[in-house]
């Protein structure tokens, strides 16, 4: 047999355990209270019998020995519970002289009633006990006295106690058998519960255990519509994320791999073709190592991006603060954009505002954030696309609003561009993170990165971000 163990085993001691000394110790008090009970109402019945004798001997009829025996006589001869009880007239010697039962009276049976009833102030004592036989017995003593109080006899009346304790012994037999089935009522309901409780957990720690290993597909059948079916519901759920975590992972890892072997094979490419001699006039040399160039400087692009990105999922991008002139900044953007998007054969339309007050930021990582928004723009807008940046500001905050008719995302993918690793179109080149840098810096700025798209139609990028007032501006720096 299995050791019960862990929770099975701590409800069996701590609330079973409770329950049956909780239900031993109810049978025993209502046995000790039905025995009290059954034993109370015989003792009360013979002492009600024994003050008739007051009645029977009172009156100063009875003064002498003799005349005690005479009369006792007649009571025991008239006695009318003689079925019930025994009756014993005891003389002044302190022997039986009458019983009820006709039969000579045992000398050997014990009496202490009577030598406790001839001792006491009443003249009267009770006593439960066993007689030579075997018997169990309860026994009233009452003694007689005259009316200067001389000890006239003594009457006994003695009840078998036989019945009662059949009695007590078949309620004790009931307070035992309904506390046998209370414990094993709660032990089923118990076990049922426990087992309701375990046995899902045993599952979750199973599939917990494949999912560790990888298998996101691994799921608990929910059962009960409770916590524990809580639990299933939010084991699976981690496991359909942590899958999409993967799964994003794994196409982050893919992405960014193709984004490193484009420029490196262009690099290596030319730069071979270069070292075999292959390059023989100027302008082809010129034209390989501008490649080279161009796409050196993005694979180090593609490495600033994936630094920040670290950087930022360790906390620790440091921003420099300062006062900055937010336009300066977006139009050294679209500047080094301008000659992409026209070589690429789309508009990028600007027209600059006079004046816009000056915002607290770090202005390499807010032009970072604009470049990336523009180039975004550029980048998921075909051929003969426009792409609109407009600035607006109130007494609060300025607004860059970057507006393509591109393709658009879609109202699912819309909710999570944001993320990081995500990406809405799998045929475009990029990591999937920018988008979620440029948010984070805008968040690290106060300020907010809103995205409205249509599919189809295009998508609107709104950067907001607080104003230095010109108040506090003047007197310098409030980091
Ligand atoms: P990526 O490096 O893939 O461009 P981003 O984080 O910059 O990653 O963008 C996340 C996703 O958001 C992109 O894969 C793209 O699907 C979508 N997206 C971002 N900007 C635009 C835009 N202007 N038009 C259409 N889709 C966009």
């Given at each position: 047999?299995?050791?019960?163990?862990?929770?099975?085993?701590?409800?069996?001691?701590?609330?079973?355990?409770?329950?049956?000394?909780?239900?031993?110790?109810?049978?025993?008090?209502?046995?000790?209270?039905?025995?009290?009970?059954?034993?109370?109402?015989?003792?009360?019945?013979?002492?009600?019998?024994?003050?008739?004798?007051?009645?029977?001997?009172?009156?100063?009829?009875?003064?002498?020995?003799?005349?005690?025996?005479?009369?006792?006589?007649?009571?025991?001869?008239?006695?009318?519970?003689?079925?019930?009880?025994?009756?014993?007239?005891?003389?002044?010697?302190?022997?039986?002289?009458?019983?009820?039962?006709?039969?000579?009276?045992?000398?050997?049976?014990?009496?202490?009633?009577?030598?406790?009833?001839?001792?006491?102030?009443?003249?009267?004592?009770?006593?439960?006990?066993?007689?030579?036989?075997?018997?169990?017995?309860?026994?009233?003593?009452?003694?007689?006295?005259?009316?200067?109080?001389?000890?006239?006899?003594?009457?006994?009346?003695?009840?078998?106690?036989?019945?009662?304790?059949?009695?007590?012994?078949?309620?004790?037999?009931?307070?035992?058998?309904?506390?046998?089935?209370?414990?094993?009522?709660?032990?089923?309901?118990?076990?049922?519960?426990?087992?309701?409780?375990?046995?899902?957990?045993?599952?979750?720690?199973?599939?917990?255990?494949?999912?560790?290993?990888?298998?996101?597909?691994?799921?608990?059948?929910?059962?009960?519509?409770?916590?524990?079916?809580?639990?299933?519901?939010?084991?699976?759920?981690?496991?359909?994320?942590?899958?999409v975590a993967e799964k994003m992972k794994n196409d982050f890892i893919?992405?960014?791999?193709?984004?490193?072997?484009?420029?490196?094979?262009?690099?290596?490419?030319?730069?071979?073709?270069?070292?075999?001699?292959?390059?023989?006039?100027?302008?082809?040399?010129?034209?390989?190592?501008?490649?080279?160039?161009?796409?050196?400087?993005?694979?180090?692009?593609?490495?600033?991006?994936?630094?920040?990105?670290?950087?930022?999922?360790?906390?620790?991008?440091?921003?420099?603060?300062?006062?900055?002139?937010i336009l300066a900044e977006l139009d050294e953007s679209i500047y080094?954009?301008?000659?992409?998007?026209?070589?690429?054969?789309?508009?990028?339309?600007?027209?600059?505002?006079?004046?816009?007050?000056?915002?607290?930021?770090?202005?390499?990582?807010?032009?970072?954030?604009?470049?990336?928004?523009?180039?975004?723009?550029?980048?998921?807008?075909?051929?003969?696309?426009?792409?609109?940046?407009?600035?607006?500001?109130?007494?609060?905050?300025?607004?860059?609003?970057?507006?393509?008719?591109?393709?658009?995302?879609?109202?699912?993918?819309?909710?999570?561009?944001?993320?990081?690793?995500?990406?809405?179109?799998?045929?475009?080149?990029?990591?999937?993170?920018?988008?979620?840098?440029?948010?984070?810096?805008?968040?690290?700025?106060?300020?907010?990165?809103?995205?409205?798209?249509?599919?189809?139609?295009?998508?609107?990028?709104?950067?907001?971000?607080?104003?230095?007032?010109?108040?506090?501006?003047?007197?310098?720096?409030?980091?």
């Amino acid at each position: 047999m299995t050791r019960v163990k862990g929770i099975t085993r701590r409800w069996l001691i701590n609330t079973l355990g409770v329950i049956a000394a909780i239900v031993i110790v109810i049978v025993i008090c209502l046995s000790f209270a039905i025995k009290v009970f059954f034993y109370n109402s015989i003792e009360q019945t013979i002492s009600g019998r024994s003050t008739e004798l007051i009645n029977v001997f009172g009156s100063y009829t009875t003064e002498s020995s003799t005349d005690f025996i005479t009369m006792a006589t007649e009571y025991v001869e008239n006695f009318p519970d003689k079925e019930l009880m025994e009756l014993m007239v005891i003389n002044s010697a302190g022997r039986v002289v009458i019983t009820s039962t006709g039969f000579p009276p045992d000398e050997s049976q014990p009496m202490p009633d009577y030598e406790m009833a001839k001792s006491s102030s009443g003249g009267v004592a009770t006593w439960s006990g066993t007689l030579v036989s075997g018997e169990p017995v309860m026994a009233l003593t009452r003694v007689i006295t005259n009316s200067q109080g001389s000890y006239l006899g003594a009457v006994r009346y003695i009840v078998s106690l036989e019945m009662a304790n059949q009695r007590v012994m078949a309620f004790v037999a009931i307070f035992i058998t309904s506390g046998v089935v209370i414990i094993l009522l709660v032990l089923f309901s118990g076990s049922f519960f426990i087992r309701s409780i375990v046995n899902p957990v045993k599952k979750m720690s199973v599939t917990a255990k494949r999912i560790a290993q990888g298998d996101f597909n691994a799921k608990i059948d929910k059962l009960h519509d409770d916590e524990i079916g809580d639990l299933c519901d939010a084991i699976n759920n981690m496991a359909q994320e942590l899958g999409v975590a993967e799964k994003m992972k794994n196409d982050f890892i893919s992405s960014v791999s193709h984004e490193l072997r484009t420029p490196l094979t262009a690099i290596k490419g030319w730069a071979e073709t270069m070292q075999l001699g292959g390059v023989s006039d100027k302008e082809t040399f010129d034209k390989g190592m501008s490649v080279i160039i161009k796409e050196a400087s993005r694979l180090t692009g593609i490495v600033e991006e994936l630094l920040d990105f670290s950087r930022l999922q360790n906390g620790r991008m440091m921003l420099m603060m300062d006062k900055t002139d937010i336009l300066a900044e977006l139009d050294e953007s679209i500047y080094m954009l301008k000659e992409r998007a026209s070589s690429e054969g789309k508009h990028l339309l600007y027209d600059e505002p006079d004046y816009v007050g000056p915002v607290l930021g770090d202005r390499n990582r807010l032009k970072q954030v604009f470049f990336n928004i523009i180039d975004n723009a550029l980048k998921y807008t075909p051929a003969d696309g426009v792409v609109a940046i407009e600035v607006s500001a109130d007494q609060d905050n300025v607004k860059i609003k970057v507006t393509d008719n591109g393709v658009g995302i879609s109202p699912e993918d819309l909710p999570r561009v944001k993320e990081k690793f995500y990406k809405a179109n799998q045929t475009v080149r990029g990591s999937g993170i920018g988008l979620a840098v440029a948010d984070e810096i805008i968040s690290m700025h106060n300020g907010t990165l809103d995205i409205e798209s249509s599919l189809g139609v295009g998508t609107t990028v709104t950067i907001t971000l607080p104003l230095i007032k010109e108040k506090s501006s003047d007197s310098g720096n409030p980091q």
